[in-house]
């Protein structure tokens, strides 16, 4: 008799009749939707390295032992204590006709209450019940820790005081225990048998890293199998589900909206068409560092992590497309994780890939799932454009038409990674070295693809930590990787080679000899692994060398300057360190040259508004824009990053060496024969310079002063862009002594200590939530893999920790017009409209971060407090309305300003968001 087919593991109140699910049917669900996603969503190079961890010849012997794990996994449902479970929902009918059930499999008396019942949960409860039975806590630890948090040591050394809760009664040798025992036994008896193993023995010992993959594939694999959607329950009074050998493959094919990605060599594909895969792809040829980087990923034995740095504006974003496509093919990869620094380049990024992957979909007649992942990613039209369940004005002609697609069961913030191509934050990767419930969910989204960082000289050295330790996992998984540069200090790039090579288990005495004799400061440069080995590629021809003149300006004040430059056509750049100060300098510009000729972007705009600046930017002085003969754009380091624009001429103020040479990019950017004559030959001039080293608040508080100072003590009159790239970062971030005069020095060594405090701090921070692929090797099995984890319940309080971002307090944005509000730039009152999905959708769409002043530790109760209060009293019936539920509203007035607590918010559209500390009267 299977006694689990009398047991429940599924219950639901329903309108006509209550429903369940046996614990036999619901695991016979969970192992054939498992078989089907190992056979048809895992890529391959994951079943070959996890059947050579196993070390299973045959990757089908390897399947049986996932798909054994599915059909045990709730083992611990096969309890008492969970079997008399009540949930808030149920109704006396529906618990007594679940006992009713029991009673017919031969269990008596469910009127025990257990004392301690909520210690024993039932993943747990399957782990105990396995170790009991002779597993391995390999294997036992997979199955315990398919909730998402592996239990903790104390949690199973408890669970021996905690008999009853298994067995009703401690007694072995009363019958209810025996009754217990034996089900509990018939499950996993029958799990073997079904699967193909005589007994445990036949199981082979399973490494932490695979244990990781499976547990994660488990807990996807029981999420589809618990959607009633996917697998229907039935009603109580039936005893089976009809139609059980098609009942997986049904769910299956409403599941899976795209197929997996298998991809072709790219030589093939040339030889196939007749054209540079680079012509097929992006219509026109490579360039040289394009076709050598190319090159060496095709001559790589076995490819593990690429650090590929080349000048600003070569075109790495379409080298490392074509790279992904030729590693997803060397290691049998089946997507793509692309990250970038900020949601405005990864909105930037999007139609770019969306692109490239439409003609590999065209190329193999085949639909894939693609996803923007950021906390903003229902703004960008592109991608909403692509969802049927974001986007409700698409016809469903419009949707079959669609060859790349998104499944929208991956939406969640927890399963985001598991799409198969993924463009977002380099966030999502960074989570990926969070200690946070549920973390296995991104090791094998991360698993199945190739991974690009772009701009990886972006990241502090509190980020640095778990982008370390994130490639560490990769290299343990032998995920290929690539890192886009326009150049790296040696010693971050090493750390990078370093940390894959870790991960990989080779010793850092070997790793260290293989550092002995890289270059530092050859560029291009092409450093890799193939295998254990490091390697570098420096062949490259220079080409026609950029002369950037470098005019240094020992002021604060930047307004002179621009005043003289403006006297000329063209467009004239400015980028500097803070909001605050490129506001008020705009705010100057505006009023001698007027506010047609100044524009300004930087992060404290509503986030609807900051998006069409961009655009409008890039359509002004793009490639291709339509330039105005005269023009100041002012920014902050939003311009510097992923912005493909064009100034004639550029002011910018000091700042880390690598950092103003990416600014440095946007001069004289693209070949165009309409440049002013003026400004023929690109001129950089570098402001808030000091002799004393005595710089600004703002720089200092964003930088501080040591690499200020190496920075500045670095900067040559000219730089022969690109062979002087390398050689100045290197410079900077060397330890080289600085030649000061006696006072200058002390100055200097003050700042040079301050930064090592603050270096360590960052570090130590950063490691109190760091998931260590170190301690990983330790520890066998999964049992406190997750101990002192982050508990943090949104993406954006996740996104924060990777960051080490203050908290911050977003609110959306709206003005008073009439007796209700509208967006900023409309005149429309659509208060009386948000039931309207598109209404609603349009108004959350208008975030805005208020200043970091509101949510200091000193601040941010009584501003929440005061937010809270408003919103209760003014959108109430926001809460209501799906898009809005939870936001929290400001509404400015007609003069577009908005009290809260002690301070005054002023937003303009020209100008962004301001905030004035208001005077007490006494």
Known sequence: MEMSKYLWAKKEVGEVSNKWLSLYQHLIDTRDIGALLWENWLSQGQKFRISEELGFFDQDDSKKLFTFLCQIHDLGKATYNFQTTKTNFSTEDLEYSL???????????????????????????????????????????????????????????????????????????????????????????????????????????????????????????????????????????????????SRPIKAYEKWATSTTWQAEDVFDIENNLGENIFKIRFGFSPRQAQEKFEKVIYNTSAPGIFIFEAPMGMGKTESALIGVEELAYKTNRSGLFFGLPTQATSNAIFPRIEDWLEKIDADLDKKHGIRLAHGKASLNEDFISLSSNVNIDLTDKELENQTVVINEWFAGRKKTSLDDFVI?????????????????????????????????????????????????????????????????????????????????????????????????????????????????????????????????????????????????????????????????????????????????????????????????????????????????????????????????????????MDLMIQRIGRLHRHQREDRPLAYKEPVVYVGCMNKDFDFEKGSLAVYGAYILARSQYYLPEKIEIPSDISKLVQKVYSDDKLDLSYELNNKYEDFLREDEVFKEKKKAKAKVYLLSQRKNRREKTMVDWLQGDAILKTEEKANAQVRDSNDTIEVIALKKIGKGYGIFGEDKDISERINENKIAKKIANNSLKLPTILSNIYNIDKTIENLEKYNLKYLKVWQDQAWLKGSLGIIFDENNEFIIGDFKLIYSEKYGLKIKKLERIQ
Request: charged residues 30%; hydrophobic residues 40%.
């Open 424 to 656: 977002g934050t380099v966030d999502q990767f960074l989570l990926m070295s969070l200690k946070q419930k549920h973390v296995a969910l991104r090791h094998l989204g991360f698993d199945k693809k190739v991974v690009v960082i772009d701009e990886v000289h972006a990241y502090d050295i509190y980020m640095d930590q778990y982008l370390l330790e994130s490639i560490r996992w990769l290299g343990s998984y032998q995920v290929p990787v690539i890192l886009l540069s326009a150049t790296l200090p040696a010693e971050k790039r090493e750390e990078m080679l370093q940390a894959y090579l870790l991960g990989m288990g080779v010793r850092k005495t070997d790793i260290k000899e293989k550092r002995k004799n890289l270059s530092k400061d050859a560029y291009p440069l092409i450093s890799y692994t193939d295998g254990e080995d490091i390697k570098q590629y420096t062949d490259f021809s220079q080409g026609q060398a950029k002369i950037i003149s470098i005019e240094k300006y020992y002021s604060d004040d930047l307004l002179p300057l621009i005043e003289e430059l403006s006297k000329k056509d063209g467009i004239i750049g400015v980028i500097v360190n803070t909001v605050k100060k490129s506001q008020e300098l705009a705010e100057k510009c505006a009023d001698i040259f007027g506010e047609d000729r100044v524009d300004l972007l930087h992060s404290n705009f509503i986030a609807t508004q900051r998006a069409k600046k961009e655009k409008a930017l890039l359509d002004m002085i793009g490639k291709g824009g339509k330039r105005p003969k005269k023009k100041i754009i002012i920014g902050t380091q939003v311009i510097e990053q992923s912005i493909d624009i064009d100034f004639d001429v550029l002011i910018t103020d000091l700042a880390p």
């Open 99 to 245: 006992m009713e059930k029991l009673r017919m499999a031969g269990f008596r008396d469910f009127d025990k209450s257990l004392s301690f019942a909520e210690k024993t949960f039932h993943a747990l409860a399957g782990q105990m019940i396995l170790v009991w039975n002779g597993f391995g806590e390999d294997l036992a630890s997979i199955v315990g820790s398919h909730h998402g948090k592996p239990p903790s040591k104390s949690q199973i050394i408890q669970q021996k005081s905690l008999i009853s809760n298994y067995y009703k009664v401690e007694n072995p040798e009363d019958l209810d225990y025996k009754l217990w025992k034996k089900v509990q036994e018939e499950i996993i008896e029958s799990a073997l048998i079904d699967n193909g193993f005589e007994n445990l023995k036949d199981l082979p010992p399973i490494p932490k890293n695979t244990q990781i993959i499976l547990s994660a594939l488990l807990i996807m694999a029981d999420w589809i199998a618990s959607n009633n959607n996917y697998f229907p329950l039935i009603n109580i009074d039936e005893a089976e589900v009809i139609n059980k050998d």
